[in-house]
Structure formats: structure tokens, C-alpha cells
């Protein structure tokens, strides 16, 4: 019960990256067999990643370490590229993960632009659509949104904000960290109109990697921004047009990409086929989009009573505040669960649980939506984070097991 952490791995997926460090691990590019073989499957990484977040040749994927480091080099390509000056200024939703804020504070300090919060309400820790529009302006240049908060759990009308940005702000890029959301409801980067779009590969049944999505438009911006000057992480030799070998630095880890692959096509043959399938089947699958959606739609379908039945407990003891919305319907919220005892510290009530549950406590690493909601003291929120393949049953033994101790 601590998927916002990091879901489970399918034996596939392990299968695939031992098979390619036993059998296919070589330089890419370097002509012979065995580095054509490795060459391929990290193209069909890249290419399987471009349908599974449905980029529609709107532009490319990169594949990193963690998206914290994504969005590290991110905004160093931004600085380089002095995108933004004296008088510009970012808006920032503070129930965020300080690996999708934290780069951009540091970044705007020193170029003197100016850094506007769209707060977190106090009560409910949500943000406010209005508020929005008060901090939109001709100047913004960046507006960096959270999908879904991984302490909340709800879920950000992302297609209406876009829309305010664009109509606002039309000088601004949008960044979405969409790591809390992906393991729960299919990316569609395009739909969205987004320009940069994050998820971890490892939260979404894979290999522990990080994926960014970048808009073709909005990098050229990027590009043309800093002139003659070379942007972006890797060699100044390598050509700044070109949006992945230029964000990948190092390159992608070869094993990881093939374990995404794997992980992807067993996402799709288990919840749309439900069965599963051996993974040397896999290898010459190709998956459609349609797949894609119809696998979310079950994932989702299979988390619904999970989610009732957790919040509707909550949200009715009067002993416990809920840190996030009590609405469970499913284009509001996704089964990350989070609360914080009346009386009792979140310490001690986690350290409770965890005798029978794997559930844990704390900031988790969005320490400014924490103490915005008054959650930040006393060790934080609980946090309980399920998937689809967490079962009814077990979601009502942990039921039991807080009506003991609350």
C-alpha cells in the first residue's frame, strides 16, 4: 500500500533486463550484431513510449535516471537558453514534489524573474482555479503544474488550465509532473497541449527510470531563445536541434529500456486480455493506442472501490482530517489516500500500521503543500497509495486495523 513510492515489477519486466545484460548488452551504434540489437530496443523504447503518452509526432520523448534529474537538466536548458529575464516572471502550484518546483526557484533567483505561488487551500490542500487566473500575465514565461499531488491524490482539470495558460499567458511553456497521475489513467500529451511532460517508469510497473515528453514547438523556442550559444546537457558537439540525443546525457540505460518494453506490452496483455501472457511473446508486439486506453479504463475500474471504500471510512471519523478531496469520483481523485490524526502524532499511527501494512508517513518530498495544509508538523500525513492490483479484502483488513486505532 505504498504504490505512489514505486509500484510492484512484473516478472517480465525482470526477465527483459537480465535477458539484455546476459544477451544484448553493447554500445549502440557501434556496427556489429549484438550493438544492432541494443540499438533497436532502445529505439522501440523511444517509439513505444511516444504512443503509450500519445505524443502524436507533436514531438520526442528522453529517457533519464529519475524525472528529478529530468527536471534538473530541464531547467538548466531554460537558463542557458535565457528564456526568461528581469520582469518575466513563473507561477508555480505550490502542491507540488520539490523535484518539479525546487529546480525552478533556483533557476528564477538569479535571472530575476519573478516567482508567483498558486497557493494550496489551507483546509483541503487543493488549488484554486481562480487564484490562477489572478497570477497569469503577458510576462509569465513558465507555469509548472502537478497532475496529481502525491499527498492528495486529486486530480488537476489539466485540459482547462492549459487553456487558461494559453489564453492568459501565451508567452509561457507549461511543465506537468505527472508521476502521480500516470500510474492511474493513460498520458495524452497531445489532447492536454501541454509542453513538457514528466512520469517515472518505475511508479507505472517498470524499471526505475525517469521519461520527459517534450513539445517540438516549445524546444525550438528553447533553441532559438539562445541563439549561437549550445544548449542543452549533452556535448557541444552534438547537434542542439535534436531534442532526445541532446537531453539525453550519457544516453539512456539500455537494460532499463528494455524492461520499459516489456512492461508496457504486459500492462496492455494482462488488463485488456486479462491473462498473462509469457514474455517471449512480447518481443514482436507492436500496441496501439487503443490498447493503451482500454488497459487505463480497467486499471481504473478495478481502483474505483478501492477508493470509495477508503475515503467514505475517513472522511466519516471525526478523529481524522483527510488531506484532499472526499469526492471519489474518477476524474477526481486516485486512490493516494492521505490523513492526518486529530490527537495522535502520524509517526506513532504509521508506525502502527506498518506491523500489518506497508504504508508510511511524512512530507514525501512535498514539504510546501505540507505545511500550506498544516500537515507538515507531528511527521506529516499518513499516506496509504493503492493500485489496481491491491484487493478489496485487504483494503477492508486496513479498515479494521485503523477502527483499533483511531
Known sequence: MENAGGSQVPGCVVEAVREHLTSHCAQLGAGYGRSHRSSQIVRNAHEWLEVFMNVRGLGQVVVGSSTSQLALNLSCLFSEASFMGPGDNVVMQQASHESIIGP?????????????????DPASGGSCAKQLEGLLDGRTRLVVLTHVSNLLGDILDLPAVVQRVRRLAPAAQVVVDGVAY????AIDVAGWDVDWYFYSPYKVYGPHLGVMYGKTSA?????????????????YFIDKHQLTYKMELGGASHEGCAGRRLCVCLCVYVCVCMC?????????????????????????????PLTERLVSYLAAQPSVRLVGSTDTRPGVRVPTVSFVHRRKS??????DLQAGFAVRCGHMYSRRLGTAAGSGRDG?????????????????????????LL
Open 104 to 120: 525552478w526557484v533556483r533557476m528564477a533567483a538569479p535571472r530575476v524573474a519573478g516567482v508567483r505561488w498558486w497557493g494550496a
Open 182 to 185: 500516470a500510474p492511474h489513467r
Open 219 to 235: 524546444y525550438a523556442a528553447l533553441v532559438a531563445a539562445g541563439g549561437d550559444r549550445d544548449c542543452g546537457p549533452n556535448h
Open 276 to 304: 498473462p501472457a509469457p514474455s517471449p511473446l512480447l518481443g514482436g508486439v507492436r500496441m496501439s493506442r487503443a490498447q493503451v486506453e482500454a488497459a487505463f479504463e480497467l486499471m481504473a475500474s478495478l481502483e474505483q
Open 346 to 351: 502520524s509517526v506513532l499511527l504509521a508506525r
Open 380 to 404: 506529516g500525513v499518513v499516506r496509504v497509495s493503492l493500485l489496481h492490483y491491491n484487493t478489496p479484502d485487504e483494503v477492508e483488513r486496513l479498515v479494521e486495523a485503523l477502527q483499533r
